[in-house]
Protein backbone atom coordinates (compact mmCIF):
# COMPACT_ATOMS: atom_id res chain seq x y z
CA UNK A 1 0.00 0.00 0.00
CA UNK A 2 1.28 3.51 -1.27
CA UNK A 3 1.39 6.58 1.72
CA UNK A 4 -2.18 7.75 0.49
CA UNK A 5 -4.01 4.60 1.32
CA UNK A 6 -3.62 3.47 -2.71
CA UNK A 7 -2.39 0.17 -4.22
CA UNK A 8 -0.21 0.02 -6.97
CA UNK A 9 0.60 -2.91 -9.17
CA UNK A 10 3.35 -2.48 -12.33
CA UNK A 11 4.72 -5.09 -15.01
CA UNK A 12 3.92 -6.50 -18.46
CA UNK A 13 0.26 -6.04 -19.30
CA UNK A 14 -0.43 -9.34 -19.66
CA UNK A 15 -3.33 -12.13 -18.38
CA UNK A 16 -1.32 -12.62 -15.06
CA UNK A 17 -1.35 -8.28 -14.66
CA UNK A 18 -5.26 -8.48 -15.48
CA UNK A 19 -5.72 -11.34 -12.71
CA UNK A 20 -4.07 -9.49 -10.14
CA UNK A 21 -5.98 -5.93 -11.21
CA UNK A 22 -8.98 -8.36 -10.28
CA UNK A 23 -7.07 -9.54 -7.00
CA UNK A 24 -6.42 -5.99 -6.23
CA UNK A 25 -10.14 -5.31 -6.88
CA UNK A 26 -11.12 -7.80 -4.54
CA UNK A 27 -9.06 -6.84 -1.76
CA UNK A 28 -10.07 -3.43 -1.72
CA UNK A 29 -13.71 -4.25 -1.74
CA UNK A 30 -13.62 -6.59 1.21
CA UNK A 31 -11.74 -3.37 2.76
CA UNK A 32 -14.44 -0.69 2.24
CA UNK A 33 -17.24 -2.71 2.62
CA UNK A 34 -16.16 -4.09 6.07
CA UNK A 35 -15.91 -0.29 7.33
CA UNK A 36 -18.17 1.34 9.33
CA UNK A 37 -21.02 3.32 7.26
CA UNK A 38 -21.14 1.45 4.37
CA UNK A 39 -23.94 1.88 2.25
CA UNK A 40 -25.96 0.32 -0.18
CA UNK A 41 -25.08 2.94 -2.72
CA UNK A 42 -21.50 2.88 -1.71
CA UNK A 43 -21.93 -1.04 -2.89
CA UNK A 44 -23.21 -0.18 -6.33
CA UNK A 45 -21.00 2.58 -6.69
CA UNK A 46 -18.11 0.32 -6.12
CA UNK A 47 -19.57 -2.37 -7.98
CA UNK A 48 -20.10 -0.47 -11.18
CA UNK A 49 -16.14 0.72 -10.47
CA UNK A 50 -15.01 -2.57 -10.54
CA UNK A 51 -16.80 -3.30 -13.44
CA UNK A 52 -14.59 -0.14 -15.25
CA UNK A 53 -11.24 -0.94 -13.72
CA UNK A 54 -12.24 -4.65 -15.17
CA UNK A 55 -12.81 -3.28 -18.65
CA UNK A 56 -10.21 -0.76 -19.21
CA UNK A 57 -7.92 -2.97 -17.78
CA UNK A 58 -8.83 -5.73 -20.47
CA UNK A 59 -8.50 -3.01 -23.18
CA UNK A 60 -4.62 -2.03 -22.15
CA UNK A 61 -4.00 -6.22 -22.19
CA UNK A 62 -5.31 -6.47 -25.25
CA UNK A 63 -3.52 -3.45 -27.08
CA UNK A 64 -0.48 -4.70 -25.32
CA UNK A 65 -0.59 -8.10 -27.14
CA UNK A 66 -0.16 -6.11 -30.82
CA UNK A 67 2.94 -4.83 -30.28
CA UNK A 68 5.13 -7.20 -32.39
CA UNK A 69 6.07 -9.47 -29.10
CA UNK A 70 7.94 -6.56 -27.16
CA UNK A 71 6.35 -7.02 -24.06
CA UNK A 72 4.12 -3.61 -22.87
CA UNK A 73 4.55 -2.54 -19.28
CA UNK A 74 1.84 -0.80 -17.67
CA UNK A 75 1.27 0.88 -14.12
CA UNK A 76 -1.70 0.67 -11.59
CA UNK A 77 -3.15 2.67 -9.59
CA UNK A 78 -6.46 2.25 -7.63
CA UNK A 79 -8.00 4.34 -4.55
CA UNK A 80 -10.79 4.64 -2.38
CA UNK A 81 -10.93 8.05 -1.07
CA UNK A 82 -13.72 9.74 0.56
CA UNK A 83 -16.40 10.24 -1.73
CA UNK A 84 -14.48 8.73 -4.75
CA UNK A 85 -13.45 5.20 -6.27
CA UNK A 86 -10.25 6.23 -8.47
CA UNK A 87 -7.98 3.94 -10.54
CA UNK A 88 -5.13 5.49 -13.37
CA UNK A 89 -2.82 3.21 -15.61
CA UNK A 90 -0.22 3.82 -17.86
CA UNK A 91 1.43 1.78 -20.37
CA UNK A 92 4.21 2.55 -22.78
CA UNK A 93 2.73 0.71 -25.92
CA UNK A 94 1.45 2.41 -29.06
CA UNK A 95 -1.14 4.78 -28.32
CA UNK A 96 -4.38 3.07 -29.12
CA UNK A 97 -7.13 5.01 -30.90
CA UNK A 98 -9.96 5.45 -31.30
CA UNK A 99 -10.43 8.03 -28.24
CA UNK A 100 -13.69 7.37 -26.07
CA UNK A 101 -15.64 9.79 -28.69
CA UNK A 102 -18.15 8.36 -30.34
CA UNK A 103 -18.59 5.09 -28.50
CA UNK A 104 -21.64 3.26 -28.26
CA UNK A 105 -23.17 -0.10 -27.13
CA UNK A 106 -23.70 -2.56 -29.69
CA UNK A 107 -26.28 -4.43 -31.10
CA UNK A 108 -27.56 -7.23 -28.21
CA UNK A 109 -26.57 -9.77 -30.77
CA UNK A 110 -22.38 -8.78 -30.82
CA UNK A 111 -20.35 -10.92 -28.96
CA UNK A 112 -17.58 -8.24 -28.53
CA UNK A 113 -17.26 -4.30 -27.97
CA UNK A 114 -19.14 -3.33 -25.01
CA UNK A 115 -16.10 -2.72 -22.58
CA UNK A 116 -15.41 0.71 -23.57
CA UNK A 117 -19.02 1.56 -23.75
CA UNK A 118 -20.04 -0.03 -20.47
CA UNK A 119 -16.80 1.94 -18.65
CA UNK A 120 -17.79 5.14 -19.70
CA UNK A 121 -21.96 4.11 -18.76
CA UNK A 122 -20.67 3.55 -15.22
CA UNK A 123 -17.97 6.54 -14.47
CA UNK A 124 -18.38 9.79 -13.66
CA UNK A 125 -14.96 10.56 -15.35
CA UNK A 126 -13.30 8.69 -17.93
CA UNK A 127 -10.33 9.88 -19.37
CA UNK A 128 -8.18 8.72 -22.20
CA UNK A 129 -5.03 10.28 -24.01
CA UNK A 130 -1.20 9.34 -25.41
CA UNK A 131 1.71 9.41 -22.67
CA UNK A 132 3.40 12.20 -25.34
CA UNK A 133 2.93 12.44 -28.65
CA UNK A 134 1.63 9.22 -30.17
CA UNK A 135 2.83 6.85 -27.27
CA UNK A 136 1.73 5.77 -24.48
CA UNK A 137 -1.69 5.26 -23.02
CA UNK A 138 -3.01 7.09 -19.85
CA UNK A 139 -6.47 6.67 -18.01
CA UNK A 140 -8.13 7.97 -15.51
CA UNK A 141 -11.41 6.64 -14.35
CA UNK A 142 -13.44 8.12 -11.27
CA UNK A 143 -16.65 7.10 -9.88
CA UNK A 144 -18.43 9.01 -7.08
CA UNK A 145 -19.42 7.33 -4.01
CA UNK B 1 -14.46 -18.98 -11.43
CA UNK B 2 -15.57 -22.27 -10.41
CA UNK B 3 -17.70 -23.99 -12.92
CA UNK B 4 -20.67 -26.80 -12.11
CA UNK B 5 -22.37 -28.17 -14.52
CA UNK B 6 -25.03 -30.69 -14.15
CA UNK B 7 -27.49 -32.69 -16.46
CA UNK B 8 -31.33 -33.29 -16.09
CA UNK B 9 -33.45 -35.60 -18.87
CA UNK B 10 -34.68 -31.98 -19.72
CA UNK B 11 -32.23 -29.88 -19.23
CA UNK B 12 -28.68 -28.93 -18.15
CA UNK B 13 -27.40 -26.76 -15.45
CA UNK B 14 -23.98 -24.35 -15.53
CA UNK B 15 -23.39 -22.82 -12.82
CA UNK B 16 -20.39 -20.49 -12.76
CA UNK B 17 -19.22 -19.56 -9.22
CA UNK B 18 -17.14 -16.12 -8.72
CA UNK B 19 -15.89 -13.83 -10.94
CA UNK B 20 -16.72 -13.81 -14.86
CA UNK B 21 -14.01 -12.36 -16.28
CA UNK B 22 -12.13 -11.74 -19.91
CA UNK B 23 -9.31 -14.59 -18.00
CA UNK B 24 -12.24 -16.81 -17.63
CA UNK B 25 -15.45 -16.42 -20.01
CA UNK B 26 -13.91 -18.68 -22.19
CA UNK B 27 -14.23 -21.51 -19.91
CA UNK B 28 -17.81 -20.78 -19.47
CA UNK B 29 -18.38 -20.87 -23.53
CA UNK B 30 -16.39 -24.10 -24.10
CA UNK B 31 -18.55 -26.00 -21.50
CA UNK B 32 -21.84 -24.67 -22.74
CA UNK B 33 -20.50 -25.59 -26.17
CA UNK B 34 -19.50 -29.05 -25.05
CA UNK B 35 -23.16 -29.83 -23.98
CA UNK B 36 -24.29 -28.77 -27.14
CA UNK B 37 -22.30 -31.27 -28.97
CA UNK B 38 -23.59 -34.05 -26.70
CA UNK B 39 -26.85 -33.03 -27.35
CA UNK B 40 -28.22 -30.91 -24.22
CA UNK B 41 -29.03 -27.58 -26.00
CA UNK B 42 -31.34 -26.46 -23.30
CA UNK B 43 -29.18 -24.83 -21.46
CA UNK B 44 -29.49 -22.64 -17.97
CA UNK B 45 -26.96 -20.86 -16.98
CA UNK B 46 -27.50 -20.60 -12.68
CA UNK B 47 -26.20 -16.71 -11.78
CA UNK B 48 -26.91 -17.35 -8.14
CA UNK B 49 -23.42 -17.57 -7.35
CA UNK B 50 -21.96 -15.28 -9.55
CA UNK B 51 -21.11 -11.19 -8.19
CA UNK B 52 -19.27 -10.13 -11.07
CA UNK B 53 -19.73 -10.04 -14.96
CA UNK B 54 -17.50 -8.06 -17.26
CA UNK B 55 -18.00 -8.02 -20.92
CA UNK B 56 -16.02 -11.07 -21.92
CA UNK B 57 -18.68 -13.22 -19.72
CA UNK B 58 -21.60 -11.10 -21.68
CA UNK B 59 -19.93 -11.64 -25.06
CA UNK B 60 -19.58 -15.45 -23.30
CA UNK B 61 -23.15 -15.28 -22.77
CA UNK B 62 -24.65 -14.11 -26.13
CA UNK B 63 -22.27 -16.65 -28.00
CA UNK B 64 -23.76 -19.29 -25.80
CA UNK B 65 -27.00 -18.47 -26.71
CA UNK B 66 -26.82 -18.14 -30.43
CA UNK B 67 -25.15 -21.34 -30.66
CA UNK B 68 -27.74 -23.12 -28.56
CA UNK B 69 -30.29 -21.31 -30.83
CA UNK B 70 -28.80 -22.50 -33.26
CA UNK B 71 -28.85 -26.44 -32.13
CA UNK B 72 -32.43 -26.45 -31.76
CA UNK B 73 -32.65 -25.79 -28.23
CA UNK B 74 -31.88 -22.34 -26.18
CA UNK B 75 -29.88 -20.74 -22.92
CA UNK B 76 -31.67 -19.18 -20.71
CA UNK B 77 -30.48 -17.28 -16.99
CA UNK B 78 -31.38 -17.85 -13.55
CA UNK B 79 -31.22 -16.63 -10.10
CA UNK B 80 -29.45 -13.43 -11.29
CA UNK B 81 -27.82 -11.33 -8.37
CA UNK B 82 -28.30 -7.65 -8.09
CA UNK B 83 -24.99 -6.75 -9.70
CA UNK B 84 -25.59 -9.04 -12.81
CA UNK B 85 -28.77 -7.84 -12.98
CA UNK B 86 -27.27 -3.69 -13.51
CA UNK B 87 -24.96 -4.86 -16.08
CA UNK B 88 -27.45 -6.48 -18.44
CA UNK B 89 -29.36 -3.63 -18.10
CA UNK B 90 -26.81 -0.84 -19.24
CA UNK B 91 -26.04 -2.97 -21.97
CA UNK B 92 -29.92 -3.96 -22.73
CA UNK B 93 -29.10 -7.52 -22.97
CA UNK B 94 -31.94 -7.99 -20.10
CA UNK B 95 -34.23 -7.78 -23.74
CA UNK B 96 -32.75 -11.46 -25.27
CA UNK B 97 -32.05 -12.84 -21.64
CA UNK B 98 -35.32 -13.22 -19.74
CA UNK B 99 -34.42 -13.99 -15.86
CA UNK B 100 -36.09 -16.98 -14.68
CA UNK B 101 -36.38 -17.12 -10.40
CA UNK B 102 -34.79 -20.40 -10.42
CA UNK B 103 -33.08 -23.16 -12.77
CA UNK B 104 -35.90 -25.64 -11.93
CA UNK B 105 -38.46 -22.86 -13.98
CA UNK B 106 -36.62 -21.48 -16.62
CA UNK B 107 -37.82 -24.55 -19.12
CA UNK B 108 -41.26 -25.06 -17.17
CA UNK B 109 -44.70 -24.26 -19.46
CA UNK B 110 -41.37 -23.77 -22.20
Known amino acids: MESDGSRRLRGVADERFLEQVHHLLADIGEEVRGAPGYTAEDDEALGLFELAVAEIAANVVEHAETRNGVPVHVDFTVRAADGLFEAIFTDDAIFAPPTLDGVHMPDVEAESGRGLALAAAVLDELVHHPVEAGAGNHWELRRRR | ?110
Not at chain 2, 25 to 40: E, F, K, S
Not at chain 2, 64 to 71: F, H, S, T, V
Open chain 2, 1 to 110: MNLTVQTHPEYAVVTPAGRITATVAPRLRQAVDALIDDGAVRVVLDLSETQFIDSSGLGAIIGALKAARIAGGDLRIAAVTDPVRRVLKLTNLDRVLREHETPESAFRGE
